[in-house]
């Protein structure tokens, strides 16, 4: 069920970890709504029409002309259901921009597919790391290895899905990174 993601390197997955660990998003606390942080970091979430972004962009921050937020996300409509596009933004602002710091320039979340740049990837492992911390989801794969009578696999994904707010590939996604990062910190011991 489980197979192995290859896009990252175990040593910069536990690299990224440990600099989220170490943000003020550690701070903040883990698995926020996108709405709590964007209130939390003072930035403005603003949804707009599907056209009204590039075509090949999901999500933009950028700087906002309301003085009263330092900063202006802006998610097209077919995207807002997930929380991924406004987290993915959040991200470029406490890493790329700083917390209490007004944007200046304009960072773009790619859609699915889109993403070429290693430091946006590295963006989007982090807004997954955040949604889905690596101890809690440690802990339910413990639970769910531990079950007995062993749990439905469909209803173990279905329920972190909705615990989340995720999609299913991404959920499966971080199982496979957890368990790869947990792996590779048991053998450094």
């Given amino acids: ?20 660990a170490n943000s003020q998003l550690a701070e903040i606390g883990f ?16 949804v707009v029409d599907d056209r009204a972004l590039p075509k090949d962009t999901e999500a933009t921050l950028t700087q906002s002309d309301d003085l ?14 997930s929380v991924f596009a406004c987290i993915h933004e959040i991200i470029h602002y406490v890493f790329d921009v700083g917390c209490g710091n007004r944007v200046t320039e304009t960072f773009e979340r790619k859609v699915r ?4 740049d290693e430091h946006e ?6 807004a997954a790391s955040y949604s889905m911390p690596f101890v809690q989801i440690k ?11 062993r749990m439905d696999e469909l209803v173990f994904v279905h ?10 590939e991404s959920v499966l996604r971080r199982i496979r990174e957890v368990k ?7 053998e450094r011991i």
């Fill in 121 to 126: 990837q590295d963006i989007n492992y982090m």
């Fill in 1 to 20: 069920m489980f197979f192995n993601n290859k896009k990252l390197s175990v040593e910069r997955m536990i690299e990224l970890e440990d600099k989220l």
């Fill in 139 to 149: 802990q339910a794969i413990k639970h769910y290895n531990d079950s007995s009578p």
């Fill in 31 to 46: 698995a926020k709504t996108d709405e709590e942080l964007a209130k939390i970091l003072n930035l403005a979430i603003e």
């Fill in 180 to 186: 790869r990062i947990d792996r590779e910190r048991r």
């Fill in 159 to 168: 329920d972190l899905c909705q615990k989340y707010g995720q999609e299913r």
């Fill in 113 to 116: 597919g889109k993403t070429r």
């Fill in 68 to 81: 009263q937020y330092f900063g202006l996300i802006r998610v097209k409509q077919k995207y807002r259901r």
